[in-house]
């Protein structure tokens, strides 16, 4: 609340501000007179001219004068290209051969001398702008030549000898010395210079090996260019010629070795593919930059492979192309540890190995895919009867993949060279690692690629399983290798389990195996927390199979499910690592849910489901770090119950809610004693609300008085207990209860009066209660206006 003084106490508080404002007012009076003493005497000065009133700033230009200069030398040369195609093309019949031969060479030679004098005075730009139209003038001087003179000459032909003669003469204008500053001609003598030979080999109809052998010799001379041009723009536009006719060109290599039906073929891609990787390693002895030198070892490398490889291809079968390019790969690490190979070369060359050895491992993943995944295509068809080969067994739900034969050794070789080569010591875990991902990879197909018996498939991998849990087990393995132990364990296991689901005998045999496997390497720490759990789903799975061997229906399959999570709560509570406890603990809870699920087409066997999993559920609450599972009990209990009330035909829901109120209530009561200053509503208004509400719903749509009597006595009750004890929920709920059930006790008679009455008593009410409503709130309009003008007043 605001405080407001007294007129005296206002008076005081007033005086006293004045006061301090006058006496400031004079401290800064003496301040201001002490300083003008202070400053020095001003000279005369002459008044300056008024200065013109502020005038409005100019807009300001959207671009910059050399580009608008640039730009109209641009169109002007464009215009007059146009112009001078334009009088070739449609008014060049007109004149005679020699007026002809006069018009162009006259204009030709003018445009190539007009330059030097504008360099001379300095206007570059437009020297730059003829100089693009003296070049254009030639291209339709060739043009006319060919269209006068020489018509009987293949234009193809033609066409290679005048961009070889462009190229030339272009090339030389721009080196002379008058005309070097000129920018356009050596990059226009460089993109001419890319048609020749490319031209030249379409005429001589040279075929797929001659034009790539112009591609390539064209980007050789383009890369000596890039590499001895002295200016930067005719580098750069020889080094775009480089990369884009070698890129074609080795494309073009690479198809004609791939596609090559005999050794001569083969040998004749090879050496194409040999000149491209040359070229790139003689541009790498003159490259600076570190990051181009290593690109450019990493294609050479990759073109020496595929050159090797393309010799051998059509003399082996064609499951061996893969492994003979992984070979020559693998050599190339040979090259780098001989020790006198460049830095830049020698790092290429390790990346071009590992593109190929990860390109080998591609080609092997298919494989290893079908072996994983196809047998899950048993599920559908469990126990139909075992099939002939290893093959036939992951080959169930997915079609084999061509020419697997050499997956295992591809995946084994690259297995090595990861353990072998690799000696970094950052890079040295992560190669171990990949070097067992790859040798499990390598033993899990091999059954399947040489179509071994359905047996042994089954015994290589149980033995796989076992040998991964011992030396997860056993052996310290550190940096991530250990947890890739256990995973490639799990994933074993997974694909043991689905390959034994054709016959009933192995499906048995298999899961008891790895339940057994699974335990054992649960004795260690180090792998509990992944194995425990484990073992307790395979003894979940054995415990289904087991019921379904014996004939037993689902629901009583679930009773022997029940004994996993027992086990589980039992060696749960002496487990001593933490993680170990969490995983064995949600092992069970998931085959508690299996259970619930097998047993859910029978109420009586659901409600002995569901009492059996709370007992285990209260077992593992008496432990003091699992307190909270009591409440897992509590509504496993009451789902049983109601589940059994529901089996018998009961509908009254005060059988289904008193069950849980009266626990409720107990657990509330303790609660309270322990903690007297817990709510009322967290104590009670759970039990209370389950009965109380539902029993009102009922009530309401029950016919009969007894339920309503009996649920008003009740509410009373509770009404009476939150009353003497002054309980909020208790008085609240039960009081609220009451009043609800006795209006549906005189709903009737309430109809009846309704219906008495006379129709304007029901308006009439409306309307005393809207004058109520108006009279209160004009009341409070009076008040607060009241208090304004109070408040006015005392200011």
Do not use: K
Not at 653 to 672: D, F, H, I, M, N
Request: aromatic share 4%; hydrophobic share 60%.
């Amino acid at each position: 609340m605001t405080h407001v003084p007294s007129p005296a106490e206002e008076l005081r508080l007033i005086d006293a501000e004045l006061w301090r404002l006058d006496a400031r007012r004079a401290q800064l009076r003496a301040r201001r007179a002490w300083l003008v003493a202070r400053l020095p005497a001003p000279t005369p000065t002459r008044p300056g001219p008024v200065p013109p009133p502020a005038t409005p700033a100019s807009p300001r230009p959207e671009t910059t004068a050399p580009r608008v200069q640039n730009t109209l030398l641009l169109l002007g040369g464009l215009l007059l290209t146009i112009a001078a195609v334009a009088f070739t093309l449609v008014s060049w019949g007109h004149l005679g051969i020699a007026g002809r031969s006069l018009v162009l060479g006259a204009v030709t030679a003018a445009a190539l001398a007009a330059p030097l004098p504008l360099l001379g005075r300095g206007l570059r730009s437009t020297a730059e702008a003829v100089a693009g139209l003296a070049l254009a003038l030639t291209v339709l001087d060739a043009y006319a030549l060919h269209a006068v003179a020489l018509t009987g000459v293949d234009g193809t032909a033609y066409a290679a000898a005048a961009s070889a003669v462009l190229a030339a003469g272009w090339a030389g204008y721009g080196l002379l010395p008058r005309t070097a500053a000129l920018r356009l001609p050596l990059p226009a003598a460089l993109a001419a210079a890319q048609l020749p030979l490319l031209l030249a080999a379409v005429a001589a109809d040279a075929g797929r090996y001659g034009i790539t052998v112009a591609l390539l010799l064209t980007a050789a001379c383009d890369t000596a260019v890039a590499l001895r041009a002295p200016a930067a723009v005719p580098r750069i536009g020889a080094a775009v010629g480089a990369y884009g006719m070698g890129a074609w060109g080795v494309l073009g290599a690479a198809w004609l070795s791939w596609t090559a039906g005999g050794p001569g073929a083969g040998a004749g891609a090879a050496a194409l593919l040999l000149f491209a990787a040359g070229v790139a390693l003689a541009a790498v002895r003159r490259e600076r930059a570190a990051g181009h030198a290593v690109g450019l070892s990493v294609a050479a490398g990759l073109l020496v492979v595929t050159a090797l490889g393309g010799t051998v291809r059509p003399t082996l079968p064609a499951s061996w192309t893969v492994p003979v390019h992984l070979a020559l790969g693998i050599a190339l690490l040979a090259v780098v540890r001989t020790g006198r190979v460049p830095e830049p070369v020698r790092r290429g060359l390790v990346l071009a190995s590992a593109a190929v050895q990860g390109l080998a491992v591609l080609w092997a993943l298919p494989v290893l895919a079908v072996v994983l995944l196809g047998p899950g295509g048993w599920a559908p068809r469990v126990w139909s009867g075992a099939p002939a080969g290893a093959r036939e067994a992951v080959t169930v739900g997915a079609p084999w993949p061509p020419q697997p034969a050499a997956t295992p050794l591809v995946l084994a070789a690259v297995a090595v060279v990861l353990a072998v080569v690799v000696r970094d010591s950052a890079w040295r875990p992560r190669a171990l690692v990949g070097a067992l991902v790859l040798g499990w990879s390598a033993l899990l197909v091999a059954p399947a690629v040489l179509a071994a018996p359905y047996p042994v498939a089954l015994v290589v991998e149980a033995l796989l399983t076992a040998a991964l849990l011992a030396v997860a087990a056993r052996w310290r393995v550190t940096d991530g290798a250990g947890p890739a132990v256990s995973v490639l364990a799990l994933v074993t296991s997974v694909s043991l389990a689905l390959l034994a689901l054709p016959a009933r005998s192995a499906t048995l045999g298999v899961l008891t195996v790895l339940a057994a496997l699974f335990a054992a390497a649960s004795v260690t720490r180090r792998t509990s927390a992944l194995t425990a759990p484990a073992a307790f789903g395979y003894g979940a799975a054995l415990a289904c199979a087991v019921g379904a061997a014996a004939g037993w229906s689902a629901q009583h399959t679930a009773l022997l499910v029940l004994v996993v999570p027992a086990v589980a709560a039992l060696l749960a509570a002496r487990i001593p690592d933490a993680r170990t406890t969490v995983a064995v603990e949600a092992a069970g809870a998931a085959a508690v849910l299996l259970a619930i699920g097998l047993a859910a087409g029978d109420p009586a066997m659901l409600a002995l489901v569901l009492s059996l999993a709370a007992v285990l559920a209260a077992g593992t609450a008496v432990r003091a770090d699992r307190r909270p599972a009591a409440h897992a009990a509590t509504a496993l209990f009451a789902l049983a119950a109601w589940v059994r009330l529901a089996a018998w035909g009961v509908t009254a829901p005060e059988a289904y809610t008193v069950p849980v109120s009266v626990p409720a209530l107990v657990l509330g009561a303790l609660r309270r004693r322990r903690d007297p200053r817990a709510s009322s509503w967290v104590a009670y208004g759970p039990g209370l609300t389950v009965t109380l509400l539902p029993s009102l719903a009922a009530a309401w749509a029950d016919a009969h008085a007894v339920r309503p009597w009996l649920l008003g006595v009740a509410a009373l009750l509770v009404t009476l207990v939150g009353a003497r004890h002054r309980l909020r929920a208790p008085l609240l709920l039960g009081g609220a209860v009451l009043v609800l059930d006795a209006l549906h006790a005189w709903a009737p008679y309430l109809v009846r009066v309704a219906d008495a009455l006379p129709h304007w008593v029901l308006p009439a009410l409306a309307g005393l209660l809207l004058l109520a409503v108006g009279a209160t709130y004009e009341r409070r309009l009076r008040d607060v206006r009241r208090v304004r003008e109070v408040l006015g007043r005392m200011n």
